[in-house]
């Protein structure tokens, strides 16, 4: 039986997941996606994702590649995967893709989005996916905040630690934008990538900002030049969800 690689679009509720990359002792994404691949089409190596999601961070469009049987199309995939798989995670989407596609080094770009509970009243329904904040937030301050983020800049500031000492922290911000409901504030980020916890340390001084506590001048100053790690406290990670991951041409999922 031959084999041939494939990309999927997963969802998942990350609140019971310790991220997505796999470790030895605990839950993640990755290992529960290895393990419904493996009673799918037996074993066929590991499932790469375009994106290594912290634990607790939820995800609509995270992208997945993996190799198997060729007898299985990408919709008996799509079917037969989450048929295995737990509630909480399920594929979207299948396609075929070449052998040599890298589904994490090929993306041009990935987008968040960070969602605030910002009411009076308690939301069950919200409380599992948003962080809540009970103070009303000056959310025409953090727009303000909020456009500086955009272009190309160093984000030391946001980074809480880097996977290599010596890598840049220089990225391309296309979108940075807070949009506003009768309860939830959302922010969407767009970029090429994104250093550890950028979001969630830029979530955490936004919300300063929305209470006052920081002035835009202050976000502002540590764009380009702040320390690292200096932009934190981080947000609670159960706000952030990965929303899309796009390519130079976009990937034809089939569900």
């Not at 994702?49 to 007898?71: E, I, K, L, M, N």
């Not at 940075?176 to 090429?192: D, K, P």
Request: net charge neutral.
């Amino acid at each position: 039986m031959e084999l041939y690689k494939v990309a999927a679009l997963v969802e998942y509720d990350g609140a019971s997941f310790r991220g997505f990359q796999w470790q030895k002792s605990d839950r993640t994404v990755q290992s529960e996606l290895e393990s419904a691949l493996w009673k799918l089409s037996e074993p066929c190596g590991r499932v790469q994702g375009a994106s290594r999601t912290d634990a607790g961070v939820h995800a609509r469009g995270q992208v997945v590649a993996f190799w198997v049987r060729d007898d299985l199309d990408p919709i008996t995939i799509v079917r037969g995967m989450n048929y295995y798989l737990p509630e909480d995670v399920a594929l979207k989407g299948a396609c075929g893709i070449d052998a040599d596609f890298d589904v994490r080094r090929r993306a041009v770009s990935r987008q968040y989005c960070y969602t605030v509970l910002n009411g009076g009243t308690r939301s069950p329904l919200n409380e599992r996916i948003a962080l809540t904040v009970r103070q009303a937030l000056d959310v025409r301050r953090m727009r303000s905040a909020c456009r500086l983020l955009q272009g190309v800049h160093d984000f030391a500031a946001f980074a809480t630690s880097l996977d290599e000492p010596d890598r840049s922290t220089v990225r391309l911000v296309h979108e940075a934008r807070i949009v506003q409901g009768s309860e939830l504030v959302e922010f969407w980020m767009t970029a090429t990538a994104f250093l550890r916890h950028q979001v969630r340390n830029t979530v955490g001084l936004l919300i300063r900002v929305g209470l006052g506590k920081v002035s835009v001048e202050e976000f502002g100053a540590l764009i380009d030049g702040g320390g690292q790690g200096t932009a934190g406290p981080a947000a609670a990670a159960r706000g952030l969800c990965l929303v899309k991951v796009s390519y130079e041409s976009p990937l034809a999922f089939a569900a």
